[in-house]
Protein backbone atom coordinates (compact mmCIF):
# COMPACT_ATOMS: atom_id res chain seq x y z
CA UNK A 1 0.00 0.00 0.00
CA UNK A 2 0.78 3.33 -0.57
CA UNK A 3 0.08 7.06 0.30
CA UNK A 4 0.41 9.90 -1.33
CA UNK A 5 -0.64 13.33 1.08
CA UNK A 6 -0.38 16.44 -0.08
CA UNK A 7 -0.27 19.78 1.79
CA UNK A 8 -0.03 23.39 1.60
CA UNK A 9 -2.25 24.63 -0.70
CA UNK A 10 -4.70 27.53 0.26
CA UNK A 11 -6.22 30.94 -0.99
CA UNK A 12 -3.86 33.85 -2.11
CA UNK A 13 -4.29 36.79 -3.66
CA UNK A 14 -2.72 37.37 -7.03
CA UNK A 15 1.18 37.80 -6.88
CA UNK A 16 1.53 35.60 -3.76
CA UNK A 17 3.26 32.41 -3.57
CA UNK A 18 2.50 29.03 -1.74
CA UNK A 19 4.02 25.97 -1.46
CA UNK A 20 3.18 22.14 -2.07
CA UNK A 21 4.69 18.96 -0.26
CA UNK A 22 4.19 15.82 -1.45
CA UNK A 23 4.90 12.76 1.27
CA UNK A 24 5.24 9.38 -0.12
CA UNK A 25 4.59 6.66 2.19
CA UNK A 26 4.45 2.89 2.61
CA UNK A 27 5.49 -0.36 0.41
CA UNK A 28 8.02 1.77 -1.38
CA UNK A 29 11.16 0.11 -3.25
CA UNK A 30 12.35 2.62 -5.56
CA UNK A 31 10.36 6.29 -7.03
CA UNK A 32 11.08 7.71 -10.57
CA UNK A 33 9.35 10.62 -11.34
CA UNK A 34 7.37 12.84 -9.20
CA UNK A 35 5.60 15.55 -10.24
CA UNK A 36 2.41 17.50 -9.50
CA UNK A 37 -0.79 17.89 -12.17
CA UNK A 38 -3.99 20.10 -11.79
CA UNK A 39 -6.81 20.24 -12.54
CA UNK A 40 -9.25 23.37 -12.98
CA UNK A 41 -13.27 22.92 -13.04
CA UNK A 42 -14.23 22.34 -16.23
CA UNK A 43 -10.69 21.02 -17.73
CA UNK A 44 -8.70 18.35 -18.10
CA UNK A 45 -6.06 17.33 -15.56
CA UNK A 46 -2.48 18.97 -16.77
CA UNK A 47 1.06 18.44 -15.88
CA UNK A 48 2.13 21.32 -14.43
CA UNK A 49 5.90 20.25 -13.09
CA UNK A 50 7.90 17.27 -13.16
CA UNK A 51 11.15 15.90 -11.80
CA UNK A 52 12.53 12.97 -12.97
CA UNK A 53 15.02 11.20 -11.73
CA UNK A 54 18.03 12.08 -13.38
CA UNK A 55 17.85 15.29 -11.66
CA UNK A 56 15.75 16.67 -15.04
CA UNK A 57 12.35 18.75 -14.39
CA UNK A 58 9.94 19.78 -16.86
CA UNK A 59 7.21 22.69 -16.68
CA UNK A 60 4.05 23.91 -18.15
CA UNK A 61 5.16 26.84 -20.22
CA UNK A 62 2.36 28.87 -18.39
CA UNK A 63 4.56 28.70 -14.72
CA UNK A 64 7.93 28.62 -15.87
CA UNK A 65 10.13 31.05 -14.27
CA UNK A 66 7.07 31.49 -11.27
CA UNK A 67 6.73 27.63 -9.88
CA UNK A 68 10.12 25.49 -9.29
CA UNK A 69 9.84 21.99 -8.41
CA UNK A 70 12.13 20.17 -6.04
CA UNK A 71 12.18 16.73 -4.00
CA UNK A 72 14.36 15.03 -1.82
CA UNK A 73 14.73 11.75 -2.14
CA UNK A 74 16.15 10.70 1.27
CA UNK A 75 12.54 11.81 3.13
CA UNK A 76 10.64 10.19 -0.49
CA UNK A 77 8.97 13.96 -0.85
CA UNK A 78 8.40 16.45 -3.54
CA UNK A 79 7.78 20.50 -3.52
CA UNK A 80 6.22 22.90 -5.54
CA UNK A 81 7.06 26.37 -4.69
CA UNK A 82 4.82 28.84 -6.71
CA UNK A 83 5.62 32.73 -6.71
CA UNK A 84 3.83 35.34 -8.77
CA UNK A 85 0.44 33.22 -8.40
CA UNK A 86 -2.18 34.61 -11.05
CA UNK A 87 -6.24 33.54 -10.87
CA UNK A 88 -5.45 30.74 -13.58
CA UNK A 89 -3.34 28.96 -11.38
CA UNK A 90 -6.52 28.15 -9.52
CA UNK A 91 -7.12 24.39 -9.78
CA UNK A 92 -6.90 21.33 -7.58
CA UNK A 93 -3.02 20.28 -7.21
CA UNK A 94 -2.08 16.55 -7.69
CA UNK A 95 1.17 14.70 -6.49
CA UNK A 96 1.89 12.13 -8.71
CA UNK A 97 4.79 9.71 -8.62
CA UNK A 98 5.94 6.39 -10.17
CA UNK A 99 6.64 4.13 -7.72
CA UNK A 100 8.19 0.74 -7.52
CA UNK A 101 6.31 -1.80 -4.94
CA UNK A 102 6.42 -5.48 -4.08
CA UNK A 103 3.66 -5.61 -6.59
CA UNK A 104 6.23 -3.69 -9.19
CA UNK A 105 5.78 -0.16 -11.07
CA UNK A 106 2.97 1.90 -11.01
CA UNK A 107 1.82 5.82 -10.76
CA UNK A 108 0.52 6.55 -7.72
CA UNK A 109 -1.79 9.48 -7.10
CA UNK A 110 -2.20 11.70 -3.81
CA UNK A 111 -6.32 13.16 -2.72
CA UNK A 112 -5.32 16.87 -4.52
CA UNK A 113 -5.23 20.51 -2.60
CA UNK A 114 -6.71 23.03 -3.25
CA UNK A 115 -5.09 26.30 -4.64
CA UNK A 116 -7.18 29.42 -4.94
CA UNK A 117 -6.27 32.62 -6.36
CA UNK A 118 -8.09 35.76 -6.10
CA UNK A 119 -7.19 39.20 -8.23
Known amino acids: QVQLVESGGGSVQAGGSLRLSCAAS????????MGWYRQAPGKQRELVAA???????NYLDSVKGRFTISRDNAEKMVYLQMNSLKPEDTAVYYC?????????????WGQGTQVTVSS
Open 96 to 108: NAGIRTPSGWGSH
Open 26 to 33: GSIFEISS
Open 51 to 57: SLNGGST
